[in-house]
């Protein structure tokens, strides 16, 4: 992935998580159920307990644990303590190396124990969400390499720092991706053009399908459509006479926006730049684009 045009899509990601992370670690039931499992956890992870030198190491296993390998916008992957080849491996021994899988599943286990505890006793998180489990088991862990918990803190800023995985994940080659509970259609969008990315990346083609009768859909629609979906993206508000009022305006503004792009983009294909669309033209766009057709209307309608 390019990382400057990936950058400003996995920091959409991230601030979310971390409102999401932030939304239910405050709990009150997160810090009795946590206080009650630990023990079993530290036992469980002891003989990898000393690997763990720091937050970072803990973060690492634990991610791995539930089944976390992190991608970053410039392409590269959180390291895999358990990769002897990885940029940074742990030192294990070789009794280590063939209990980890071991201790990684039976922690795991826990964690899913604890998470579905919690869902079940009304705590506004996903316990079947592997992001969710992660930061679990980041705060089962923390305690026992010395580091306190702000419980009665700033949760936002402690969510920060233990830095909670985003609520969108992907497979490898980019075909599919898979969300948390609760994830708006904004990030949704957002994670769609992360996963477009990757895919581009991992051979994926830029395929037309055509309208019913075998008309294709005019080059035009096509990149004004991909231009609105970033817009919205960006601002979920954004209204078709938002887009109309400010369509002569600088770039800054969402119908400058779509202008600029589109005749930065057309003309980059060597392709007529069309005047500005009507507004039957933008909401059938809309429509496309969301499904929310009503509601555009009655956004616009004031």
Known sequence: MEGEEARPLFEKEEKYARAAASSWIAHPGVRSALDAARPTAVEVTALLLP???????????????????????????????????????????????????????????????????????????????????????????????????????????????????????????????SARDGRPEALARNADRIRKLIRAENGGRDLRVPYPGGRAKPRATVIRRAVLAEILADDPAVTVSRILATYDYSDRTPGGRLRHQLRQRLEAEGRPVPGKPSETVLYDDFAQLSGAYATGTEEDSG
């Open 51 to 177: 690997h763990m030198a720091d937050q970072i190491g803990c973060m690492r296993f634990c991610w791995r644990a539930c089944g976390i390998g992190a991608v970053y916008p410039d392409g590269s992957e959180e390291p895999n303590p358990f990769d002897p080849g990885g940029p940074a491996p742990w030192p294990l021994t070789g009794r280590e190396r063939e209990l980890a899988g071991y201790i990684a599943a039976a922690f795991h286990l826990l964690v899913r124990t604890v998470a579905a505890q919690l869902g079940n006793a009304g705590v506004p998180l996903d316990p079947e969400w592997e992001g969710d489990q992660a930061i679990l088991a980041v705060l089962l862990l923390l305690p026992a390499l010395r580091y306190v918990i702000p419980w009665d803190g700033d949760i936002g800023e402690f969510a920060e720092e233990i830095q909670p995985p985003g609520v969108s994940a992907f497979t490898r080659d980019g075909r599919s991706a």
